[in-house]
């Protein structure tokens, strides 16, 4: 965006927000306008992330996984016990789908006791702390909405018996919406209607807060970036870190064998000869059905958002810009005569990043397969497919008592 193009908007802007305001603008609104990247507004002009030629990748599959467990094993509990793993558990969005108004982390999946989705995490994560015999770091990125609650509820829970010194939060940056015109929205007479920036945002956010100074000074090397809406993920997992850090790739993903061609997942394949992840959406019919030889699809396993990174690796790529996704939502806003309007339909862009295009910026990826049943129970729904009902059956399925 040239210079003169980036003034016009600006003016443009600062006239609408005027309007709104009726007044002068707030200090606050000022501050974040000064604190924009004016050029996000050139991707709602159809500049879009370009992608490359795929070509399937295949995974390392359960039969040879299970054949060399006890390896793998040894392997990523020597790199645990030396410090050098660290877990990252992305969990600033709110429970909406399900109805519950706070951090998604917060709400009870318990039947006949309270189990709280980050209850569980933490039990996951403990399993492996506990043969291990030490504590993995555990960096919990909230956002500026549910912060405070998160922090408040680990603090209240007494952080679920984990060792509070080796968890720390840090906040998710924001980005804005902007109508179909380009023009910015408001929340409120002083405020941006600001929202997460996806979770691509993640490591950009870590360092902001300052944390990679704790990662140096406790020497992590690898950082296990999970999900908060799978109460199955298995977290810091050693036969994973050993299989990834013997593969010698620089980065790994766990994945599962598609239920069907055309399950709504992300299937992890090579971009332009990269690992990269295809969504369902881009696949066509054809690369959908597509199978190799012995009848298995070329683009069959789905990602969990369960990555592992090496920590030199992403400082390394920390000066290359993610991609922006422009995506249309039903953003609240304040309107000229002062009402707070509650949109039915889309009326705004939101612009995310995604962490699946910092998968596109590793040299390679161990495409590492697991157990659906084991480790693959997302909360998103209220009721129906991967809703709170299909979590819980999974949860006791595995032995857990809810």
């Avoid at 569980?120 to 909230?142: H, I, S, W």
């Avoid at 993610?322 to 304040?334: A, G, I, N, Q």
């Avoid at 707070?340 to 612009?351: G, I, L, S």
Wanted: charged share 25%; proline share 3%; net charge negative.
């Amino acid at each position: 965006m040239n210079e003169k193009t980036l003034q016009l908007i600006k003016e443009k802007n600062q006239k609408y927000l005027s309007a709104l305001v009726g007044k002068e603008l707030p200090e606050k609104l000022v501050k974040q306008l000064e604190e924009l990247d004016w050029s996000v507004l050139e991707y709602i002009h159809g500049k879009e992330q370009k992608r490359g030629t795929f070509a399937p990748l295949g995974a390392m599959e359960l039969p040879e996984i299970e054949q060399k467990k006890a390896q793998f094993k040894e392997v990523g509990l020597e790199a645990i016990r030396a410090g050098k793993v660290g877990a990252i558990l992305l969990a600033g969005g709110q429970g909406t789908r399900l109805g519950f108004d706070k951090a998604k982390g917060m709400f009870n999946i318990g039947e006949t006791k309270e189990l709280y989705i980050f209850e569980q995490l933490v039990r996951n994560l403990q399993k492996v702390t506990g043969e291990a015999g030490c504590f993995v770091p555990l960096y919990v990125m909230t956002s500026e909405k549910n912060d405070a609650q998160t922090r408040e509820f680990f603090a209240e829970h007494d952080f679920f018996g984990y060792d509070k010194n080796y968890v720390k939060f840090f906040v998710q940056a924001m980005a804005p919406a902007c109508d179909f015109d380009g023009n910015f929205l408001i929340e409120a007479e002083d405020s941006l209607a600001m929202s997460p920036n996806g979770n691509g945002g993640w490591f950009e956010s870590l360092m902001r807060a300052g944390l990679d100074a704790d990662i140096k000074e406790k020497g992590v090397e690898w950082l296990n970036v999970f999900a908060v809406d799978n109460v199955l993920q298995q977290i810091a997992d050693p036969v994973f870190v050993g299989a990834t850090i013997l593969s010698q790739c620089v980065s790994g993903a766990k994945v599962v064998r598609k239920a069907d061609p055309h399950e709504r997942v992300g299937a992890l394949c090579l971009e332009d000869g990269r690992p990269s992840i295809i969504e369902y959406y881009e696949l066509t019919d054809e690369m959908a059905e597509a199978t190799n030889e012995n009848g298995s699809l070329l683009y069959g396993f789905g990602v969990i958002l369960n990555y592992l990174f090496r920590v030199d690796k992403l400082m390394e790529c920390q000066s290359k810009k993610l991609p922006l996704h422009v995506v249309e939502k039903k953003v609240p806003y304040v309107d000229l005569e002062g009402n707070t309007v509650k949109p039915t339909e889309p009326n705004a862009y939101k612009f995310e990043t995604l962490i699946l295009d910092m998968i596109y910026m590793m040299d390679d990826c161990l495409s590492f397969e697991v157990e659906r049943e084991k480790e693959f129970a997302p909360v998103k729904n209220a009721t129906g497919v991967d809703s709170v009902d299909t979590a819980r059956a999974l949860l006791k399925k595995n032995g857990v008592l809810i």
